[in-house]
């Protein structure tokens, strides 16, 4: 996926974008009440699904393949989570100045909710983390090179006391 060729070199607000644009695309065609539905696959020209081979409409209502290219757009390409089962690590790279981030995702047999809450008036932000078992996580912020980030090792539950109110500071600072 060219999305994640983007962000590997570090174009990472190309690869947001674009995966917004194809969202936003999919949900054009979702609410043509002419279309309604997710469809196999979708024309690259037009907002409406794709034509086969023998000329006839693909299929719909078909979340098959369809459906993994947006979830897997939206978790890794617009909130820029990057999971390594091998290091068990995951990767957030915080790029929205909006609360966000995601809850009960599945990863290494472990359940994670990773939330950054908006930033407060001094450009703070509260990460709540919750895990079902313990993790590695590299957390860094748009706009800082990567090398610039912080790796915690977290247990389960997240009951470590440096991360209960744990806040992230703004560009001029120098923690993350």
Known sequence: MITCGL???GY??????????????MCQVWE???????WECYA?????PAINDEGETVRSDFVGWSGLGPVSMLIESI????????????HW???????????????NGRI?????????????????????DSLNLMISLAGRSADTGRQLTLPAGCSDPLMEGYHIMDRQ???V
Do not use: C, W
Not at 12 to 25: G, Y
Not at 32 to 38: H, K, R
């Open 7 to 9: 962000r590997r070199y």
């Open 12 to 25: 990472h607000e190309i690869a947001r974008d674009i995966a917004i644009r194809h969202l936003q695309a």
């Open 32 to 38: 043509n009440p002419a279309y309604g539905s997710i």
């Open 44 to 48: 690259p020209d037009v907002m409406a």
């Open 79 to 90: 909130l820029v989570f990057h999971m390594d089962a091998a290091t068990n690590t995951i």
């Open 93 to 107: 790279r915080i790029a929205h100045h909006a609360a966000h981030g995601i809850r009960r995702l599945a990863f």
């Open 112 to 132: 994670v909710d990773l939330i950054a809450s908006e930033p407060d008036g001094a450009g703070k932000r509260k990460i709540t983390i919750n895990l079902s």
């Open 173 to 175: 600072s120098q923690r």
